[in-house]
């Protein structure tokens, strides 16, 4: 497993940061930004166990070529929806703190992107995240939400 791991990782490396496809077509590949851009990948996991959740976001540039990273640790066992929103929030913060603009946010979780274009009022956790979310992203409209399978 680790020495699996390992080539991969080094296949990735060899490639400029980007894994190439070989013969298996449905597999899901990182596609860049627009020229002139910057696509920041997010994610979230819960440990329920351990009563921890983390969100963890990747930029890298209109060439594939990594720009920069984080991860963050939190108390809680939040639904996913709440962990992946909580991670999107953390990110769009991230990127301001970072002065960047023109950024393309990716999350797995089609539910929050789908809510962030929402008009509706939702007054739970999830939804207090998502307000905050919207809130960010009217005063940084070069943001964009995406959407990506994983």
């Known amino acids: 497993m680790a020495r699996e791991q390992l080539q991969k990782w080094r296949r990735v490396q060899q490639h400029g940061g980007l894994e190439r496809s070989s013969s298996n077509n449905n597999r899901i590949q990182w596609q860049p930004p627009r020229g002139g851009e910057l696509k920041c990948n997010i994610d979230a996991v819960v440990f329920k166990d351990q009563h921890k959740f983390g969100v963890g976001m990747c930029i890298r540039n209109d060439q594939g070529r990594f720009v920069k990273a ?35 946010i990716e999350l797995d979780y089609l539910l929050v992107v789908n809510v962030i274009s929402d008009t509706s009022i939702n007054n739970s956790e999830f939804g207090c995240i998502i307000n905050s979310c919207k809130q960010l992203l009217r005063n940084h409209p070069n943001f964009d939400i995406s959407f990506v399978k994983r």
């Open 70 to 104: 984080r991860t963050m640790w939190f108390h809680g066992n939040p639904p996913p929806m709440e962990a992946e929103a909580w991670a999107l929030r953390e990110a769009i913060t991230w990127l301001v703190e970072l002065e960047l603009s023109r950024v393309v």
